[in-house]
């Protein structure tokens, strides 16, 4: 299988600091809480996780749940703890999901958002929550459906070539 490899340019911060809020403010939309809308912002944390693991790390996953939780006028920390561990598990896989094609990647990353949501879940059912349908599960899959989607969208600004010289294929 031959795929085309890229090399790509250093991720501006002030651009991952860009997408973060974007993300952010697309998760307080109000969507009237559908079931299928995914979670934008674990969307992007486990892409800047994957790619950037130096740069967005737990921490801020931690404070974006916070500022999650603060939103939604949840229980506090429940959002943090489901972005914590989110961004562990992307983080222990950033060196493997990149090698497989969309489809691969999709897989690897749909148990994540599955276990996210469910982290959301218990902790809600642990303070006298009560029990959602199986529709409740639709967000992690559409966050899993979208990944090619913001894969290939937030790597775009570093797939532009500086200096662009037709004479070389990069």
């Given at each position: 299988m031959h795929r085309t490899e890229y090399l790509l340019l250093p991720a501006n911060r002030a651009f991952i600091a860009f997408t973060m809020l974007v993300a952010f403010i697309l998760n307080v939309l109000p969507w009237g809480h559908l079931p299928w809308v995914p979670d934008f912002l674990a969307l992007v944390l486990v892409f800047w996780n994957i790619h950037q693991p130096r740069k967005v790390g737990i921490g801020i996953a931690f404070l974006f749940g916070l500022l999650m939780d603060v939103h939604d006028a949840s229980l506090l920390g429940e959002h943090a703890l489901a972005y914590t561990i989110l961004s562990y598990g992307a983080i222990s896989m950033h060196r493997r999901v990149p090698w497989f094609g969309p489809i691969g990647q999709m897989l690897?990353?749909?148990?994540?958002?599955?276990?996210?949501?469910?982290?959301?879940?218990?902790?809600?059912?642990?303070?006298?929550?009560?029990?959602?349908?199986?529709?409740?599960?639709?967000?992690?899959?559409?966050?899993?459906?979208?990944?090619?989607?913001?894969?290939?969208?937030?790597?775009?600004?570093?797939r532009r070539a500086v200096e662009r010289d037709e004479d070389r294929p990069i």
């Open positions: 690897h990353l749909l148990p994540m958002f599955v276990v996210a949501r469910l982290v959301t879940l218990l902790v809600r059912m642990a303070v006298g929550g009560a029990v959602p349908d199986w529709s409740y599960f639709e967000a992690p899959l559409a966050s899993a459906v979208l990944w090619p989607l913001a894969d290939w969208l937030l790597l775009a600004p570093q």
